[in-house]
T-cell receptor
Framework: SQQGEEDPQALSIQEGENATMNCSYK?????LQWYRQNSGRGLVHLIL?????REKHSGRLRVTLDTSKKSSSLLITASRAADTASYFCATIPAGNKLTFGGGTRVLVKP | DGGITQSPKYLFRKEGQNVTLSCEQN?????MYWYRQDPGQGLRLIYYSQIVNDFQKGDIAEGYSVSREKKESFPLTVTSAQKNPTAFYLCASSIQEGRNVYEQYFGPGTRLTVT
């Protein structure tokens, strides 16, 4: 099974609304990363949050990390049509190999 | 213009043929990775390399082979032994410092179709 599991699998919102997605993982981590993938394209790194951090911001993105619950959340505020993409969390359960979850597909309707 | 490139964008092959996917980076990264992505799914690691002339199997290495003769290049060969090779293949690179893990930079991907 995958180390990271995103929830929900799919999300549909109106432009201007906030989008929240969650990631749960199984083993201890050093850091957790979030990536975005536009349809048919490569992934783009969004944020890296270390295990000793609880919250991190980047523009309209806010990531939280709760190591006691082994979970993370990604919040996109004031969403735009251009935010339509799949979002993946990635963790490192062993060694130094990133392991990706199945992703959350976000659709922002204009 | 720094980055990581993959070619070709689309590739079609007949069953039973080997095919090599190209991945080049000019980011001076030590580590490079190959992932496979199936429709609606996440990424699965095929092979990775942390240094020239060395590489390690990932989670789904069977039916694939790689080489790392140059720091900038990490080609992936999909052999005829791969039972279901049709997929989207992504190459990535990252800084490598001991056991510290940094963000990965991805290429645009190659969509391989085998019929």
């Amino acid at each position: 099974s995958q180390q990271g599991e995103e929830d929900p699998q799919a999300l549909s919102i109106q432009e201007g609304e906030n989008a929240t997605m969650n990631c749960s993982y199984k083993t201890s981590i050093n850091n957790l990363q979030w990536y975005r993938q536009n349809s048919g394209r490569g992934l783009v790194h969004l944020i890296l949050i270390r295990s000793n951090e609880r919250e991190k911001h980047s523009g309209r993105l806010r990531v939280t990390l709760d190591t006691s619950k082994k979970s993370s959340s990604l919040l996109i505020t004031a969403s735009r049509a251009a935010d339509t993409a799949s979002y993946f969390c990635a963790t490192i359960p062993a060694g130094n190999k990133l392991t990706f979850g199945g992703g959350t597909r976000v659709l922002v309707k204009p | 213009d720094g980055g990581i490139t993959q070619s070709p964008k689309y590739l079609f092959r007949k069953e039973g043929q080997n095919v090599t996917l190209s991945c080049e980076q000019n980011l001076n990264h030590d580590a490079m990775y190959w992932y496979r992505q199936d429709p609606g799914q996440g990424l699965r690691l095929i092979y990775y390399s942390q240094i020239v002339n060395d590489f390690q199997k990932g989670d789904i290495a069977e039916g694939y082979s790689v080489s790392r003769e140059k720091k900038e290049s990490f080609p992936l060969t999909v052999t005829s032994a791969q039972k279901n090779p049709t997929a989207f293949y992504l190459c990535a690179s990252s800084i490598q410092e001991g056991r510290n893990v940094y963000e990965q930079y991805f290429g645009p991907g190659t969509r391989l179709t085998v019929t």
